[in-house]
């Protein structure tokens, strides 16, 4: 199986920063691209950002210019750094990865990470 783990969540102030962490684990052949979604109460998940192995990288109009997706290929992470935070921002971070496993390398799974809490709040 593969697993996907978060770290970095928190209460800050409007304006402040955060980075986010997620490292994927377990039986993985090779990774095709991880990335970022956010959950608010009562909306849908949506993506927040997501990045290719090549480094492509991918945002969310409405945050664009304050967050950076960035990675480590060797490590299997990726990590989210957030500026200029703001209360719409508040929501549960997932973590997400696109994997072909080592029990199917032919095909590619979408894992999910637990989530993490980001709430901007003064």
């Known amino acids: 199986q593969v697993q996907l783990v978060e770290s970095g969540g928190g209460l800050v102030q409007p304006g402040g920063s955060l980075r986010l962490s997620c490292v994927a684990s377990?039986?993985?052949?090779?990774?095709?691209?991880m990335g970022w979604y956010r959950q608010a109460p009562g909306k849908e998940r949506e993506l927040v950002a997501t990045?290719?192995?090549?480094?492509?990288?991918n945002y969310a109009d409405s945050v664009k210019g304050r967050f950076t997706i960035s990675g480590d290929n060797a490590k299997n992470t990726v990590f989210l750094q957030m500026f200029s935070l703001k209360p719409e921002d508040t929501a549960v971070y997932y973590c997400?990865?696109?994997?072909?496993?080592?029990?199917?390398?032919?095909?590619?799974?979408?894992?999910w990470g637990q989530g993490t809490q980001v709430t901007v709040s003064s």
């Open positions: 997400n990865a696109r994997i072909r496993p080592t029990f199917r390398p032919e095909l590619v799974y979408n894992y």
């Open positions: 377990g039986s993985i052949f090779s990774i095709v691209a």
């Open positions: 990045a290719t192995r090549d480094g492509s990288a």
